[in-house]
């Protein structure tokens, strides 16, 4: 069974730090890109940021950029999104998402597999 499960959220003060990781199981993610998104209650889900898997590029969302990393460790079979300096907007829930072929987008749409999703709290 293919399965992307999200882990790493939670509670955090405002500039603090979390690191989200995303597991597969059930296939190897070295063929797929891997897209990160969010969605905070009564918004659209906005995508964060995206990983290729053919050259390891990415991509971020103006809102994120230079806060926020992703990278991938395919032997773990896992993705990453480190997230610096967080900011109280950034309260949502983070999915992230497995899409067929090398190339990453940010289109929700152009991804084949999620995962359950996990909370992320920014408040003091």
């Known amino acids: 069974q293919l399965q992307l499960v999200e882990s790493g959220g939670g509670l955090v003060q405002p500039g603090g730090s979390l690191r989200l990781s995303c597991a597969a199981s059930?296939?190897?993610?070295?063929?797929?890109?891997i897209g990160w998104f969010r969605q905070a209650p009564g918004k659209e889900r906005e995508g964060v940021s995206c990983i290729s898997a053919s050259d390891g590029s990415t991509y971020y969302a103006d809102s994120v950029k230079g806060r926020f990393t992703i990278s991938r460790d395919n032997a773990k079979n896992t993705v990453y999104l480190q997230m610096n300096s967080l900011k109280p907007e950034d309260t949502a829930a983070y999915y992230c998402?497995?899409?067929?072929?090398?190339?990453?987008?940010?289109?929700?749409?152009?991804?084949?597999?999620w995962g359950q999703g996990t909370q992320v709290t920014v408040s003091s």
């Open positions: 998402a497995a899409r067929r072929g090398f190339i990453a987008t940010i289109s929700a749409r152009d991804y084949d597999y």
């Open positions: 059930g296939f190897t993610l070295d063929y797929y890109a």
